[in-house]
């Protein structure tokens, strides 16, 4: 059974296509529960509602945490409560934010 730490690893490699920083670091992952059966709700949202890359960033973050040894099911829930903001991003993600030419 993979550990929070090694889900929330493995979805490092999401990333949203309109901004250069994984989804982690970005601060849009709320949540990650895993129950003895091996399946995996993510809680996450997304820097804006009505993203056009919602389906494909569900994709794959479902791809991402399946490739875990002993992952049975992934499920990502999209939640809009808290809203997303910049102060929710990592300081790794607000480096590499300002490393693209963004100010945050």
């Known amino acids: 059974m993979p550990s929070q730490a090694q ?3 493995a979805l490092k490699v999401v990333k949203d296509p309109e901004i250069p920083v994984n989804v982690v670091d970005l601060g ?4 990650v529960d895993i129950n003895a059966s091996g399946n995996v709700e993510i809680t996450m949202t997304l820097t804006s509602v009505g993203c056009p890359v919602q389906d494909l960033i569900r994709s794959d973050a479902e791809m991402a945490v399946m490739r875990l040894d002993g ?6 829930d999209f939640v809009w409560s808290p809203p997303w903001a910049p102060d929710k991003m990592s300081d790794d993600g607000k480096r590499q934010m300002r490393m693209f030419g963004f100010n945050v």
């Open 28 to 31: 849009l992952i709320y949540g």
């Open 71 to 76: 992952v049975n099911q992934v499920e990502v």
């Open 7 to 9: 889900i929330l690893e």
